[in-house]
T-cell receptor, first 116, second 116 residues
Framework: AQKVTQAQTEISVVEKEDVTLDCVYETRDTTYYLFWYKQPPSGELVFLIRRNSFDEQNEISGRYSWNFQKSTSSFNFTITASQVVDSAVYFCALSGGDTGRRALTFGSGTRLQVQP | DAGITQSPRHKVTETGTPVTLRCHQTENHRYMYWYRQDPGHGLRLIHYSYGVKDTDKGEVSDGYSVSRSKTEDFLLTLESATSSQTSVYFC???WGTGVSPGNTIYFGEGSWLTVV
């Protein structure tokens, strides 16, 4: 069975602080994919990044960066110089490559509040 | 824009009544999913479809049925709604017409269902 754990239920920071959202996963698949989604107060789910299990390179996109470590089964997300617009719920998710349905297993989410 | 439309977006219904939520996509994607979102649980898979008339259960399928008679439409039915089915329902598609497990999953805007 697959499992995604986001131990941080809620984080509050002041604007311009850096913040890291933790994600730990469990899977028996040898090939798998990891995702991050953002859910702003308006409610939609916005895709941020996809990473496959063979690619452990860290990725940076503007103020966002992701640290994938297979050794610790973690896929952490860092926002540098946070802004009020970053306030949202962030979900980490896992998709197995070996299972037929190709569905996502989600963590419970981390609510980030950025105070001005 | 992943071309996903959910309807209705908001609905209030009474316990014991049937309810159908519709998901419509315009890009001929093969895989479609229904998730529900509840506080503390993230998103959980209800049912999914991997082609016309090909559907299967997810983790929380009790009390729900689905149908897919056309590629573009995936219907979720609550045969007899209960208060525990009050939730936000998200439809999703896996991008592409093939079976690649790595393709990104995109979500519709959600349907808010309240059962009173």
């Amino acid at each position: 069975a697959q499992k995604v754990t986001q131990a941080q239920t809620e984080i509050s920071v002041v604007e311009k602080e850096d913040v890291t959202l933790d994600c730990v996963y469990e899977t028996r698949d040898t090939t798998y994919y990891l995702f991050w989604y953002k859910q702003p107060p308006s409610g939609e789910l916005v895709f941020l990044i996809r990473r496959n299990s063979f690619d452990e390179q860290n990725e940076i996109s503007g103020r966002y960066s992701w640290n994938f470590q297979k050794s610790t089964s973690s896929f952490n997300f860092t926002i540098t110089a946070s802004q009020v617009v970053d306030s949202a719920v962030y979900f980490c998710a896992l998709s197995g490559g070996d299972t037929g349905r190709r569905a996502l297993t989600f963590g419970s989410g981390t609510r980030l509040q950025v105070q001005p | 824009d992943a071309g996903i439309t959910q309807s209705p977006r908001h609905k209030v219904t009474e316990t014991g009544t049937p309810v159908t939520l519709r998901c419509h996509q315009t890009e001929n994607h093969r895989y479609m999913y229904w998730y529900r979102q509840d506080p503390g649980h993230g998103l959980r898979l209800i049912h999914y479809s991997y082609g016309v008339k090909d559907t299967d259960k997810g983790e929380v399928s009790d009390g729900y049925s689905v149908s897919r008679s056309k590629t573009e439409d995936f219907l979720l039915t609550l045969e007899s709604a209960t208060s525990s089915q009050t939730s936000v329902y998200f439809c999703a598609i896996r991008w592409g017409t093939g079976v690649s497990p790595g393709n990104t999953i995109y979500f519709g805007e959600g349907s808010w269902l309240t059962v009173v």
